[in-house]
């Protein structure tokens, strides 16, 4: 699922998205991906489809650069089924700012989008 995911984004959209974090020489918007949970359903054949959700962030200079990062991804990913997704969902949408600790200097605008999904391993 995470590969294919990040493959769709990748021949999608203009920036970079990876799962987890980005060497820290890629330029803004990108987008990185989390799982933030997952459980299989059982039945008396063996394991089924995995429920869970993922967080995708979008990040920007400004918020209207994360913001069309957002978009992008939230127009391609939302009721999106196919591969080894059966249906993935937004659940929550999250603003907010990275910058750089004990100080009040925002490096970059961050918003983030949060599926639930459905699918097999």
């Known amino acids: 699922m995470e590969k294919y995911l990040q493959?769709?984004?990748l021949a999608s959209v203009p920036f970079p998205?990876?799962?987890?974090?980005?060497?820290?020489?890629?330029?803004a918007p990108y987008v990185s991906m989390h799982r933030l949970s997952g459980r299989a359903e059982w039945s008396?054949?063996?394991p089924?489809?995995?429920?869970?959700?993922?967080?995708?962030?979008?990040?920007?200079?400004?918020?209207?650069?994360?913001q069309g990062a957002a978009d992008?991804?939230?127009?391609?990913?939302d009721g999106h089924s196919g591969g080894p997704v059966q249906g993935?969902?937004?659940?929550?949408?999250?603003?907010?700012?990275?910058?750089a600790q004990?100080?009040?200097?925002?490096l970059l605008q961050r918003i983030s989008l949060i599926f639930s999904i459905t699918y097999v391993k």
């Open 17 to 27: 998205v990876a799962w987890g974090t980005l060497d820290s020489g890629a330029g």
């Open 48 to 66: 089924g489809p995995t429920q869970g959700r993922i967080q995708v962030d979008a990040f920007g200079r400004t918020f209207a650069e994360a």
């Open 88 to 99: 993935m969902f937004l659940d929550a949408i999250r603003d907010g700012a990275d910058g």
């Open 7 to 9: 493959d769709l984004l």
């Open 72 to 77: 992008a991804v939230l127009a391609l990913l």
């Open 102 to 106: 004990g100080t009040k200097t925002v």
């Open 44 to 46: 008396m054949d063996g």
